[in-house]
């Protein structure tokens, strides 16, 4: 078959089974099998292809038509400027995190690319201390230690395997000397911290557990609960972060959260109802995304 009868049978296929976007899919996951740029597989529609790659090429097909997401079956998501490994046992970066990331990089001095919002600020010290909760595959702690020089990260999750997959992350752009990795349940009351933090980064699970049915056979079937569900509301994370903030935080030290599309406005009631002054982020499509919170 030539690389032009895969791509048309895969799209076929892949749209039978509703996945989105199914020529695009199909073209993305032969470029990743052949290690060639889209382009490339595009410009030659008649290059013959050998069985091997046939045989692999269905194989992901039809893992990708089943819902797997993509990112799953290459190993690899796109997150700012890196790429990090992750698997089932973490939740795929998501674009909406990296406001939650540029966030925490303008609060440490930084001014991201087309980051225009009104956000606190830190101030200027040799180094900084933060705290990321529920780090999942690290890409937080990674992008945030890996952007600022001076930043020490603790970076705390309740599974180890995902925490195995953050650190590959830490290696792979070799921050790993700058992050320490806690395995630890952020809702155990008995978890003591024995640092204060100056910045508090958190994408805490939130999906209220009666929504879970609804969601996205790709979210629902292949990404972990664990990093999904939040409880009858989806905020119990929030409630505890809350809760812990003036113990967790240094004297003027930052929060930053990232909450499903509804929440900004309880969220940030729960932190201005413990004395925070707060602001509400919105993404570029309008919705609240990050709650940043600071002691008035
Ligand atoms: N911090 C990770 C992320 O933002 C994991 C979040 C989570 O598992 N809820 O992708």
């Not at 998501?94 to 600020?121: C, I, K, W, Y």
């Amino acid at each position: 078959m030539t690389l032009g009868d895969l791509l048309n049978r895969a799209s076929e296929y892949l749209s039978e089974r509703n996945v989105e976007d199914p020529s695009l899919e199909a073209g993305l996951l032969l470029s990743w099998l052949l290690k060639k740029d889209i382009s490339y597989i595009y410009a030659n529609p008649d290059m013959a292809s050998d069985p091997e790659t046939e045989k692999a090429y269905l194989s992901i097909v039809e893992r990708r038509g089943r819902h797997e997401p993509f990112a799953y079956i290459t190993g690899e998501c796109g997150f700012l400027d890196y790429t990090f490994i992750v698997d089932q046992s973490v939740l795929i970066p998501r674009g909406d995190t990296e406001l939650l990331a540029q966030s925490a990089l303008f609060a440490l001095g930084h001014n991201p690319v087309f980051f225009n919002h009104n956000m606190f600020r830190l101030k200027k010290k040799d180094s900084f201390r933060v705290l990321d909760i529920g780090t999942g595959s690290g890409c937080l702690a990674v992008s945030i230690a890996k952007g600022h020089k001076s930043v020490f990260v603790d970076a705390v999750d309740i599974s180890e395997e995902a925490l195995n997959i953050a650190q590959k992350n830490a290696k792979r752009y070799e921050v790993e000397d700058r992050i320490s990795f806690i395995n630890a349940d952020f809702l155990d009351k008995s978890l003591n911290f024995s640092a204060t933090y100056d910045l508090i980064v958190s994408n805490p699970p939130y999906i209220p557990l009666k929504e879970i049915p609804f969601l996205m056979k790709s979210v629902k079937d292949y990404e972990p609960h664990l990093a999904l569900a939040a409880g009858e509301d989806g905020l119990i994370f929030y409630r505890e972060i809350a809760n812990r903030a003036s113990s967790l935080l240094a004297g003027s030290g930052i929060i930053l959260v990232e909450c499903g599309y509804n929440q900004g406005h309880e969220i940030s009631n729960l932190f201005s109802d413990k004395g925070f002054e707060t602001l509400l982020l919105k993404d570029l499509s309008g919705i609240s995304r990050v709650v940043a919170a600071t002691k008035k």
